[in-house]
């Protein structure tokens, strides 16, 4: 099998990473992956914010707990999002599993193709990460709370911009489980030709 689609057939999203910190060239390919995707008209305007030190990540870890625990917790919600509200309640909810990395793709509020381009950009270094025993986990929880103000607090402090929005994120690591990344018989997503 071609390389790269055997890579996009083992990539698996992680949620048990090692203490480890990424190595830099690791780091750093992954990075350069994610500023190589595609975006609409050429813009590459997903700013991403890399973050490493222990005490910002508790930091964001603890004001997004907080949001969350604010929440009404109601059956309508997205099931992923009431499961962090469920756990953020209970207390000691870590949204992005303890990993060593977490990198925040932001955007232009303004700009339609925010999301797409972000998407490309975080799917990218998904296979990338893969490519290099990496594991990673896309992350929601700050797009969803991206208009909370005690969380643009933090993000602002972070050096995300007034005219930027959150996109998603994502955790990186090694993975804890030696056999992370193996391709698994799944469904998949539903294929209609129309020949």
Known sequence: MNAVLDT??????????????????DLQAILEAGRNAPSGG????????????EDVLRRIQAVVERAFA???LREDLYKSLQNSIRLSKQGGYEFFFRAPTLIIAANRKSYGNAM????????NMMIAATALNVGSCWINQLHWLDENEDVRAVL?????GEAETVCGGLAL?????????RVLEKGGNE???VR
């Open 8 to 25: 996009m057939a083992r990539r698996r999203s992680v949620r048990a990473f090692l203490s480890e910190q990424l190595k830099e060239e």
């Open 42 to 53: 050429g813009n590459r305007t997903t700013h991403l914010f890399v973050l490493q030190n």
């Open 70 to 72: 604010g929440m009404e």
């Open 116 to 123: 797409a381009d972000t998407a490309c950009v975080l799917e």
């Open 156 to 160: 602002h402090g972070l050096g995300v």
């Open 173 to 181: 690591g090694y993975p804890k489980e030696e056999n992370a990344f």
């Open 191 to 193: 294929v209609t030709y």
